[in-house]
């Protein structure tokens, strides 16, 4: 395994608590990538350095810890710019990478059919075309004089005219995908559309297996499912389309958003959202606000929606002993019972709690599910809508 080292940063608005939580999601991503974290370095700052993201004194650090541990590679938390990337990899003398890069990595890693593999190359391609000048450090020019002008200006804007050419061709690739899978859309007729929706590695895919009986790719890692797979589901005698879609993380790519637009139609022309959150994880409140984001930025983020807190088999609480009158109960102390009776009490009927992997409450999901679906069932095709009853 690849030796890594983590770096992320404190400021006003990372405060000291969330960074860390970033960086331990980071390190998830660098394992689920093939890598070894050896150790985290954290720094406060006003503003990141525009040289080396980091001061110059914690540069010194890391640069020691490099060399004494043989580290291969040093991942920040936040995007770097490509002189920045430029600047650290020439004082490390190791390779740079930045969350972007890392999770286009994993996306590169798990990428399986044609147009996954396709989608993920714009991605890289988009965030390649600024940072080329570093990969052309061996030409640059150390001294004036005869033979040392010109070669290394050439040899980049050639191959940003190759990456510029190779963007446009992926372009027009996943425009032609693009007709093919809207088409392929049209022809499920008028049936109901469900998608799966939710932050990556909170349990989507394990949920559709066990909804439709399926097999999609199911792992403890982020990013496990990059390709959308529809499968039709019968519930009562009411059939429905339900589609697992790729999961979302915080500060995920410009370019991955823009190049996986057309997968995330499967969201977008969807009638009905069923949200997955991970009840177990202590942050799953802002899970829920990334996910809104991104579902914001698609244009889906008023349509009706079920949302469903799994994991609850592994929820864990922290108790507060009766004689404590000191500790003030906190979010860490809510039982499932406490959570109930909060914001989640407002949402009524379109909130539930289950464990896909004990399948425990699936009945009830499935009957909100059959509910909702038939709302929208019967307004599409009224005059068949006997044939469903009110309940299964």
Known sequence: ????????????????????????????????????????????????????????????????????NKIQTVIFDDELTPTQERNISKIFN??????????????????????????????????????????????????????????????????RRIVRDKISLLKKKINSIDKQMKVQRGNRGKLV??????????????LMNLLCKTKVFAEDKLFATLDTTVRKLVIGNLPFLISDTVGFIRKLPTQLVESFKSTLDEVRESDLLLHVIDITHKNFEE??????????????????????FNKI????????????????????????ADWKQTWMNKLGNNVIF????????????????????????????????FLYPESI
């Open 313 to 336: 088999d592994n929820y864990k609480y922290e108790s507060i002993d009766e004689d404590d009158l000191i500790t003030k109960k906190s979010k860490v102390h809510y039982t499932l």
């Open 94 to 159: 190791c390779k740079i990478l930045d969350r972007t890069n890392l999770i286009l990595d994993i996306f590169a890693q798990r990428a399986k059919t044609s147009y996954a593999k396709t989608q993920v190359e714009l991605a890289q391609c988009q965030y390649l075309l600024p940072r080329l000048k570093g990969m052309w450090t061996h030409l640059e020019r150390q001294k004036g004089g005869i033979g040392m002008r010109g070669p290394g200006e050439t040899e980049i804007e050639t191959d």
């Open 354 to 385: 289950i464990s896909a992997k004990n399948k425990e409450n699936i009945n009830s999901l499935k009957d909100i599910l059959y509910a909702k679906v038939r709302e929208i069932h019967i307004t599409r095709f009224p005059y068949n809508n």
């Open 287 to 308: 899970h829920m606000l990334s996910v809104e984001k991104i579902l914001s930025e698609i244009k889906s983020l008023n349509k009706p929606t079920i949302i469903v």
């Open 1 to 68: 395994m690849e030796g890594t080292i983590l770096i992320g940063v404190i400021t006003n608005e990372q405060r000291e608590e969330k960074a860390k939580e970033y960086l331990s999601e980071l390190a998830f991503l660098t394992i689920t990538a093939g890598g070894h974290v050896h150790k985290t370095f954290m720094q406060k700052l006003n503003m990141p350095n525009p040289r080396t993201f980091i001061g110059e004194g914690k540069v010194n650090e890391v640069k020691e810890y490099v060399i004494k």
């Open 193 to 206: 559309r469900v998608a799966i929706v939710g932050y990556t590695n909170v349990g989507k895919s394990t």
